[in-house]
């Protein structure tokens, strides 16, 4: 109770901004946190084998989710590379109905495609990156290709230019969401991923919503310095699917708030392999990431990112083997950062896009690469993400 106590309190003599609400100091707490302080006495950590926090101002109890374990078989698990259901662990917060944290449900060594898809496959065109703003298609088609060698051999701690990769900051899949106007539209889609639709209809099978459809995704690529502006996911036109959050790479904060942000968040650490799902009342919440963490040894991964992937793989897995130089590319990423997939259902079964007068399709990135807009007028940091508000 002794570190819980001291981030109470180190949180109640932080000086309050005009202006500012609860979320938002805590934000700027979090922000400003240092690994291993008694600041983060008051993060919850599902990954432990006793996930839960003591009393405290806006502290909520962890509980254990059940899950429909019938309802994803061993085989499809497997086929994404995930673990039985039966050997998954679910936990919930008492007044947060209908969120969901998972801690690393996947196979050893089989985060490693998913790492890999996210940073050689799915940031290729057709899909949509920061990066468009400012560089034709011809100089954004491969950024793996173009990356590849600087990465592999780059000194992790050695200051100098960046790699494309290094610079992109986010990837939308599916239906690209427009970050000006803050609308889906069916006239901006790229096929969705068949594996990571498949992921996403399983882990939302074995959280009770089966028949999810993925259909937009946004995946946001965070340097240690990065953060996600405090938001809610409300886009999407039928909010009674659920929004889908997979995380691989160095582990981060996130706080889940309330309906208003005079309410305090929650805290949790997000490490590699955890999923988050956000349905229901939860679906609708205000959430944002302060503070991405470095490795505890200064340049490692995570040890679940340390074992290798299987070189047998099932006949019929979508998981596609990952060569030794491949992988090496992805580890010299992930040792300075983090990536996060989210997966929403936009439309509800048999709705259309309602008509709407035409107009140029634009997106809104500011121009130092980042499009991230929260609650201000103007652009915010280079190291802030983009919310979907």
Not at 315 to 324: A, F, K, V, Y
Request: proline residues 7%; glycine residues 8%.
């Amino acid at each position: 109770m002794g570190k819980m106590a001291a981030a109470v309190g180190s949180v109640a003599m932080l000086a309050t901004e005009p202006g500012e609400d609860a979320f938002r100091k805590l934000f700027r707490f979090y922000r400003q946190s240092l690994p291993g302080s008694a600041d983060l006495g008051a993060v919850i950590d599902f990954s432990a084998a006793h996930a839960a926090r003591g009393p405290g101002p806006g502290t909520e109890e962890v509980i254990r989710s059940q899950l429909s374990v019938s309802s994803v078989s061993e085989h499809d698990a497997h086929r994404a590379g995930l673990q039985p259901v039966s050997k998954w662990r679910a936990y919930g917060l008492e007044g947060y109905p209908g969120f969901i944290f998972i801690p690393n449900p996947f196979l050893p060594g089989y985060q490693w495609h998913w790492v890999k898809q996210c940073l050689k496959l799915y940031s290729q065109k057709p899909n949509v990156c920061n990066l468009d703003k400012h560089m034709t298609k011809e100089e954004t088609q491969d950024l793996w290709e173009q990356s590849k060698e600087f990465l592999r051999y780059k000194e992790v701690n050695k200051r100098g230019p960046r790699s494309l990769l290094e610079k992109l900051r986010w990837v939308t899949l599916g239906y690209h969401y427009n970050w000006d106007n803050k609308k889906y539209s069916a006239d901006h889609y790229t096929p969705f991923p068949s594996d990571l639709a498949f992921l996403s209809e399983q882990v939302a099978a074995a959280c009770g919503f089966q028949g999810f459809r993925a259909e937009a995704g946004i995946l946001n690529y965070y340097r240690l310095d990065s953060t996600l502006g405090i938001h809610v996911d409300r886009s999407e036109l039928d909010h009674s699917k659920p929004l889908l959050s997979f995380s691989f790479g160095q582990s981060a904060i996130f706080l889940l708030g309330g309906l208003k942000r005079d309410e305090a968040p929650t805290a949790m650490f997000m490490h590699s392999g955890d999923i988050m799902v956000m349905s229901g009342f939860s679906r609708l919440l205000n959430h944002a990431v302060p503070r991405v963490f470095p490795h505890p040894d200064g340049e490692g991964l995570p040890p679940c990112l340390e074992t290798t992937l299987p070189a047998d793989l099932p006949r019929d897995s979508l998981i596609e083997p990952c060569s030794t130089e491949d992988w090496q590319v992805c580890a010299a990423y992930l040792k300075t950062a983090r990536v996060n997939m989210t997966v929403r259902q936009v439309l509800a079964t048999d709705q259309d896009f309602p008509l709407e007068p035409m107009e140029e399709t634009k997106r809104d990135i500011t121009a130092d690469g980042s499009c991230h807009r929260d609650d201000q007028s103007g652009p915010l940091k280079r190291a802030r993400l983009n919310p979907d508000s």
